[in-house]
Each structure stands twice: as structure tokens, then as C-alpha cells.
């Protein structure tokens, strides 16, 4: 498709389990960025990939957050050792990095909603 | 630190004019985007000003004043689908391209 896809959709998991959460950019975007929305809280910002530059991880939560881009196009996010306050929806965004102040739209795609019991 | 504030729920009728404000205390700004998202589907953009004024684009407009660290979003001729969450958010050089965003604002829409 021509859009951001995310899976899986839904995952409902038990606390202490992990979980890998895949993002599918739009192709031939560079730049590609996890957020997560928790219930009456704004998108807060995770992690942060451009082309085969070090990743910006500034937004991680803890260390049981990591998360890949392989080939400069898939990302898998990880949460090991699944906490309850996790429970959120992720979702991911990827844009095409032209110029350094260009516009950069981001393109989000449906999110996955996590649901740790 | 950063912060975004907007209001968290508004209501308005058909047909009418309706504003979003959006004020940022945030270091070095480097551009301020609004995206709608509709309950339960992915942030959708609307738009994007970096410089001082008015952006207009069909029935939705964007005003920035970096002097005072205040966007709004204005709606006209409001429609039931209008109804959804708006989202400001501030991109900052720290940040690279990645978005600091506000809570949202609730808006809805009746008849």
C-alpha cells in the first residue's frame, strides 16, 4: 500500500511478557519515528531514525524499550518484561528528509494498541 | 523544558467559525504543525508554519506568532466530520525532526 502499516493491530499480553510491535514505511521515506498515546495524554515521542545515521533514542521510557530499523526501511519496536502502565497505542510516522529545514511532513500509520494485563 | 498547551475539549455547531489556540514554551523552535485525528485512526497533517502569519488552506487556516509562542487553528464552516482531536505540535532543532506534541483538543460538532 501507499501508506504507513503497522502490526500487529491489537496485542493484549500478560505483565513480565515481551512484545515486538513492526512498522512498514512509506517507501523511499528516510526518516522514520515512534510515538506513543496513552488515555488523555498528547503523542510522546520514542525513538527516532534517519537514513544510516545513530538513532535518536532520547524519548525511550527505560531500557526495556529498544527498538531497529533494518535496511533503512522496516522497524520493529521492542518492550521486554511488559509493565502495565506500557498499555498504550504506538504508532509510527515516517517522512522524506529533504532539506535539513524543510517541511517534513510526517505520515502516521493506524498504530498498534497495547494492552498489558 | 517543552511545553504545549491547548484546550482540552471545545463544541461548536454547523456551519459556524470555530478557533483552536495553542501556545509553546519551547527552545529552539524550528517550525509548528497541526494534525487531526479522528477518534481511533492515525493523525492526519493539516499544517505547517515556521514563519510569522496566516496559512490558509480551504476552510482551514493557521496562524503563528513566534514572539509569543502562539498558533491557532481556525475552522470554518464547521461539519459534523470536522468532529475529531486536534493536534499542535513544535518541532525543535534538539529534536532533529521529530514533534513534541500538546494533548490534543476535542472538538465536536453538532447539528
Known amino acids: 500500500g501507499a501508506g504507513v502499516s503497522q502490526s500487529p493491530s491489537n496485542k493484549v499480553t500478560e505483565k513480565g511478557k515481551d512484545v515486538e510491535l513492526r512498522c512498514d514505511p512509506i517507501?523511499?521515506?528516510?526518516?522514520l519515528y515512534w510515538y506513543r498515546q496513552s488515555l488523555g495524554q498528547g503523542l510522546e515521542f520514542l525513538i527516532y531514525?534517519?537514513?544510516?545515521?545513530?538513532?535518536?533514542k532520547s524519548g525511550l521510557p527505560s531500557d526495556r524499550f529498544s527498538a531497529e530499523r533494518t535496511g533503512g526501511s522496516v522497524s520493529t519496536l521492542t518492550i521486554q518484561r511488559t509493565q502495565q502502565e506500557d498499555s498504550a497505542v504506538y504508532l509510527c510516522?515516517?517522512?522524506?528528509?529533504?532539506?535539513?529545514?524543510?517541511?517534513?511532513?510526517?505520515?502516521f500509520g493506524p498504530g498498534t494498541r497495547l494492552t498489558v494485563l | 523544558g517543552q511545553n504545549i498547551d491547548q484546550p482540552t475539549e471545545m463544541t461548536a455547531t454547523e456551519g459556524a467559525i470555530v478557533q483552536i489556540n495553542c501556545t509553546y514554551q519551547t527552545s529552539g523552535f524550528n517550525g509548528l504543525f497541526w494534525y487531526q485525528q479522528h477518534a481511533g485512526e492515525a493523525p492526519t497533517f493539516l499544517s505547517y508554519n515556521v514563519l510569522d502569519g496566516l496559512e490558509e488552506k480551504g476552510r482551514f487556516s493557521s496562524f503563528l506568532s513566534r514572539s509569543k509562542g502562539y498558533s491557532y487553528l481556525l475552522l470554518k464552516e464547521l461539519q459534523m466530520k470536522d468532529s475529531a482531536s486536534y493536534l499542535c505540535a513544535v518541532r525543535v532543532r534538539q529534536a532533529g525532526t521529530a514533534l513534541i506534541f500538546g494533548k490534543g483538543t476535542t472538538l465536536s460538532v453538532s447539528s
Open positions: 510516522a515516517s517522512s522524506w528528509e529533504g532539506l535539513a529545514e524543510s517541511y517534513n511532513e510526517q505520515f
Open positions: 531514525f534517519q537514513g544510516n545515521s545513530a538513532p535518536d
Open positions: 517507501s523511499g521515506h528516510t526518516a
